[in-house]
């Protein structure tokens, strides 16, 4: 709200400048649209001078927020079904994303690795795609430049009984078809034999067969293992006899060996290093 009574009066009406703006906006008395402004904060402030010398000004801070970007998810139909049934992939957007708003880029490739075009509406029509396996790409930009990314692998299998040529056309040459799956109506063929029993009897006695095998492996290699644990705690356990060099040794009541030189010196054997070790009082 501005008003200038004294202007009005006289006819001294002045002009207002407006800075702070991201772009120049006409220096008048009209709403300023700043719904097209980059996102960021923003400091205004508005000077007015009118031909008498009066002046005033005002300031105003707010911000403007990125929005956030598109939200959606694909909405498909036709996934595993037979060529020239009802197919489609949808954009179905989340509250808030306005679709009228936003552009839409598709990125379609077929079987055969080729790229499909399709225009960049909300939803694609995949009814005579080609038989096999189509991966489906989809980016959807904000006009602020937010993007997101959506995937979908659409499978499409050969169609069956009598069909219209435009579907045995879109379904692509038909040696190139997958086999399908016989689902209910297949019937195992045994790798052994004529019977099924035979060959589940041979199975279970080779199964058998190298139960026992392993069994008596194991065994022996636990044996084994004992015979290498004995031999290693009795040699651990042995006490070396040390070798006097010919003096006078005696061994004490806790085991330690000693022998002592001609000139008193008294020396103990470490069985561990297996060595004499000289005595000496601390």
């Given at each position: 709200m501005f008003l200038d009574e004294i202007g009005d009066l006289y006819?001294?009406?002045?002009?207002?400048s407006l800075s702070g703006t991201p772009w120049l906006v006409p220096s008048d008395l009209s709403d300023i649209d700043c719904s097209t402004w980059p996102a960021r904060d923003?400091?205004?402030?508005?000077?007015?001078?009118?031909?008498?010398?009066?002046s005033t000004s005002t300031t105003k801070d707010f911000t403007i927020h990125t929005l956030p970007p598109p939200v959606f998810t694909l909405n498909v139909s036709g996934n595993n079904d037979e060529v020239g049934s009802p197919c489609t992939v949808a954009i179905e957007p989340s509250i808030g994303t306005v679709m009228a708003l936003m552009a839409v880029e598709w990125e379609i490739t077929d079987p055969r690795g080729e790229d499909l075009t399709v225009p960049g509406f909300s939803t694609v029509d995949c009814r005579l795609w080609q038989v096999g396996f189509s991966k489906v790409r989809v980016t959807v930009t904000?006009?602020?430049?937010q993007s997101t990314r959506g995937a979908f692998n659409i499978v499409r299998l050969p169609p069956i009984g009598e069909v219209s040529a435009e579907v045995?056309?879109?379904?692509?040459?038909?040696n190139m078809w997958p086999d399908r799956s016989l689902g209910e109506e297949y019937e195992p063929t045994p790798f052994f034999g004529e019977s099924i029993l035979a060959a589940q009897a041979v199975v279970g006695i080779i199964g058998i067969g190298v139960s026992i095998l392993l069994g008596l492996f194991g065994g022996a290699m636990w044996n084994r293992r004992g015979e290498e644990e004995m031999?290693?705690?009795d040699l651990n356990a042995m006490e070396l006899e040390p070798d006097a060099d010919g003096f006078p040794s005696y061994v004490d009541p806790t085991g330690v060996h000693w022998r002592q030189h001609p000139d008193g010196a008294v020396d103990?054997?470490?069985?561990?290093?297996?060595?004499?070790?000289?005595?000496s009082e601390v």
């Open positions: 006819g001294a009406t002045g002009v207002i923003y400091h205004l402030e508005m000077f007015y001078r009118n031909t008498l010398g009066f904000s006009p602020e430049g045995l056309e879109a379904a692509g040459p038909e031999a290693f705690g103990w054997f470490d069985q561990v290093s297996g060595q004499w070790v000289p005595y």
